[in-house]
């Protein structure tokens, strides 16, 4: 089934190789009742139109996934009550918080990660066929982690995820490594992928790097937009950049961006519970249209969404890279 993705011509007034949607944030703080805010959510296509996981705080402040539908992409619908997971290849399914979703289907299921809370932040796996039943499987990886992003395919006969090691904090470092499953439930062969850059070559991403939404894969490579971090005198500020991994070895960066795509401008990016945040966390794509759609979190408490031609990204990754 094909479907259409969301789509905004880009305005005659841009310059840049992504623009946003004019009616951004499509997703408001509120639009759930128990909710404080709503951001850093995932969404891919589903039946007649799209389905998503969506990262809902509540007013104490804690953590939690919901799943919503949508047949437009834009407008959507969230369930009120947070995820419920089953057992899946485990029975330990204990978790303290859950945020920051991602959603791939591969073979025959939509599988899910978030950053689980299990003494500490670590990478939870989840899948589902139909997104109201959800099977909890084992932890990916020792506390702490953050940003597990699955990539949408095997390679080489093995799972492949993306994700950076962390602390137990706010962290003011990180880097992106990948790691291999026979089985989605045992990990290893550990390989740095990508290092946050020098201040001096590209201060955006010079504090901390993590991956965003599931890498694409094209004539060039795995495309991989990742969100970059450089610590300012008013915190941290989060941007989003692209990079081309080698399609059969993705521990190979071909081409990073040594300028970001898109950095926090807007009031809904600049103003909100964490200021100055670009948290992209999703990308719909066609490339019989050349379209890219991005989902992204803004200040940490709505979502947004962006759009750019993929042709134009990936060019802008080969010609501008580090």
Request: net charge negative; hydrophobic share 35%; charged share 20%.
């Amino acid at each position: 089934m094909k479907h259409i993705i969301p789509w905004q011509d880009k305005p005659s007034s841009c310059n840049d190789v992504m623009w946003r949607y004019n009616a951004n944030p499509i997703i408001n703080r509120y639009d759930i009742p128990s909710s404080n805010s709503i951001f850093n959510s995932a969404v891919v296509p589903f039946e007649d139109g799209y389905a998503g996981v969506f990262r809902c705080d509540n007013k104490a402040v804690q953590m939690n996934i919901f799943a919503g539908f949508s047949k437009d992409g834009i407008n959507w619908n969230i369930e009120h009550q947070p995820i419920k997971m089953q057992a899946g290849n485990t029975q330990m399914i204990e978790s303290d918080y859950k945020y920051d979703p991602r959603v791939v289907f591969i073979e025959d299921r939509y599988w899910i990660t978030w950053c689980n809370g299990y003494h500490g932040p670590t990478i939870g796996i989840g899948y589902t066929f139909d997104f109201k039943e959800f099977f909890q499987c084992e932890n990916a990886f020792l506390p702490f982690n953050r940003n597990g992003v699955l990539f949408p395919q095997k390679i080489n006969g093995k799972y492949a995820m993306l994700s950076r090691p962390s602390d137990n904090g706010h962290t003011p470092f990180g880097d992106i490594y990948i790691s291999y499953s026979p089985d989605m439930k045992f990990w290893g062969e550990h390989r740095c992928v990508m290092k946050a850059s020098n201040f001096e070559d590209s201060a955006w991403q010079c504090t901390k790097i993590g991956a965003g939404p599931i890498p694409i894969l094209t004539d060039d490579g795995w495309l991989m937009l990742y969100h970059g971090v450089i610590n300012t005198c008013n915190g941290f500020r989060y941007a989003m950049g692209a990079a081309i991994l080698d399609e059969n070895e993705p521990d190979k960066v071909k081409y990073r961006t040594q300028s970001y795509l898109l950095g926090p401008a807007e009031t809904y990016e600049q103003i909100g519970d964490v200021p100055n945040v670009v948290f992209p966390c999703a990308a719909l794509h066609d490339f019989k249209e050349d379209k890219l759609a991005v989902y992204y979190g803004a200040a940490d408490t709505v979502v947004a969404l962006a759009f750019g031609r993929i042709s134009e990204v990936v060019e802008f990754t080969k010609n501008n890279s580090l």
